[in-house]
């Protein structure tokens, strides 16, 4: 019989580093103002600006699979954490 090995600490890691990226990526508009307000031309500001606004979309859509990753790393985790327990009649630890 082949055992199955998860790296359960690494799920767990891998879903917290996709919690971190969502908050950059929720933060970017107000990276996006500072800077703006930082590179000193009109234009190159107005340049700044239009592009966060036209990456709002492709943003959330980004937010949104960032969430979903992370979700499914969490209940893979939670899962294989719930089998463990029942396969060798422990209770699951967290």
Known sequence: MTDLR???????RSADRLAR????FRDIDDRAD????????AEL???VGEFADNWD???SRLLTSL???GH????SRDSFLALDAG????APRT
């Open 34 to 41: 500072h800077l703006a307000r930082l590179v000193g031309s």
């Open 67 to 69: 969430d979903t990753v």
């Open 57 to 59: 979309d492709n943003r």
């Open 21 to 24: 990226l969502q908050r950059e």
């Open 45 to 47: 500001a107005s340049a």
């Open 87 to 90: 396969l060798s009649g422990v």
């Open 6 to 12: 998860v790296d359960l600490a690494l799920l767990g």
């Open 72 to 75: 499914l790393l969490t209940h």
